[in-house]
Nanobody, 116 residues
């Protein structure tokens, strides 16, 4: 059974950086699109970034130029480097593994709080 485990969340001041990690097990990692969603209180879950098995990446307009998604197929891990963080980036961040539009696996979520 596939499992995704996120880490790296926490409290950071505006303008700071965090790197989220998502370690996968029990799946053929290289076959999946890996990505990150986030959900802030009272808001819908939104796609932050994704990286296909072929290496193509996609970002929400709100994070372009600040966030970078990368994947290490040898380590079965996907990362989200978040720079120049803003209070509006505060949310629970969820890792997923999917194929096309289907999301097969989700992580448990990691809290990111941007506050002074």
């Amino acid at each position: 059974q596939g499992q995704l485990v996120e880490s790296g969340g926490g409290l950071v001041q505006p303008g700071g950086s965090l790197r989220l990690s998502c370690a996968a097990s029990g799946i053929i990692f290289s076959a999946y699109t890996m990505g990150w969603y986030r959900q802030a209180p009272g808001k819908q879950r939104e796609l932050v970034a994704s990286a296909t098995s072929g290496g193509s990446t996609n970002y929400a307009d709100s994070v372009k130029g600040r966030f970078t998604i990368s994947r290490d197929n040898a380590e079965n891990t996907v990362y989200l480097q978040m720079n120049s963080l803003k209070p509006e980036d505060t949310a629970v961040y969820y890792c997923y593994a999917g194929i096309a539009t289907l999301k097969y696996y989700w992580g448990q979520g990691t809290q990111v709080t941007v506050s002074s």
